[in-house]
């Protein structure tokens, strides 16, 4: 369960928000420290030490993810592993004195921000939204990529179907084409639903 604040402490007032937050770390000593800074600043923090339990956490509804990472492969690992397991929600990476190399190194491996411990408490929190905006486009993305991927598999399959109708029916492409909206209307089915059946009763036939 999360631990409810008393009162909510927003990031912005100007876009007052409260995050429902996990933080993964190795080092359980560390862990309630940087909970509480967080907490303190608009977080509704749960802590988790590794290895965690992923099946009961994914039932929680989160908005961000945050891991302490320690500049070794075993940090690298973890976020790879944290990243696959939460891969939607967004996940900042929080790491002592990183050099370049590890930045990208982490977010290569599936972090949506890296920021360095020891500054501000307002550089976290610009990570923590940055990270947000960065998994939401990302989703964005992703969601667009399978619509379109959706499409072109139907124009395929119309495509298809439209050449089985022209050799059936020694028809042209735009004949072909009224027909199958014509089957498709008859039949109450939507278009690439009744390309894939002919296309399926073709092969039946073949």
Request: proline share 3%; hydrophobic share 40%; charged share 25%.
């Amino acid at each position: 369960m999360f631990k409810k604040s008393s009162s909510k402490i927003f990031m912005d007032v100007k876009n007052p928000f409260l995050y429902n937050t996990i933080f993964i770390d190795r080092n359980s000593a560390r862990s309630p420290i940087v909970g509480d800074l967080l907490g303190h600043k608009g977080m509704n923090v749960s802590l988790s030490s590794l290895p965690v339990d992923y099946k009961s956490l994914n039932k929680v509804k989160l908005d961000l993810v945050v891991y302490y990472a320690d500049i070794n492969k075993i940090s690298l690992q973890d976020v790879e592993i944290i990243s696959n397991e939460f891969e939607e929600q967004p996940l900042m990476v929080l790491i002592d004195n990183p050099t370049d190399e590890i930045i990208e190194l982490l977010i290569d491996r599936g972090a949506h921000s890296v920021v360095p411990m020891g500054i501000s408490i307002d550089r976290i929190l610009a990570g923590s939204i940055c990270a947000i905006n960065i998994s939401s486009k990302m989703h964005s993305l992703k969601l667009e990529k399978n619509k379109t991927k959706i499409e072109l598999d139907n124009i395929k399959l119309i495509g298809h179907a439209k050449s089985i109708l022209m050799k059936r029916f020694n028809e042209n492409e735009p004949s072909a084409h009224s027909r199958l909206q014509k089957m498709s209307m008859n039949k109450n089915k939507s278009v690439h639903i009744m390309a894939k059946q002919i296309i399926e009763a073709e092969g039946l036939l073949s």
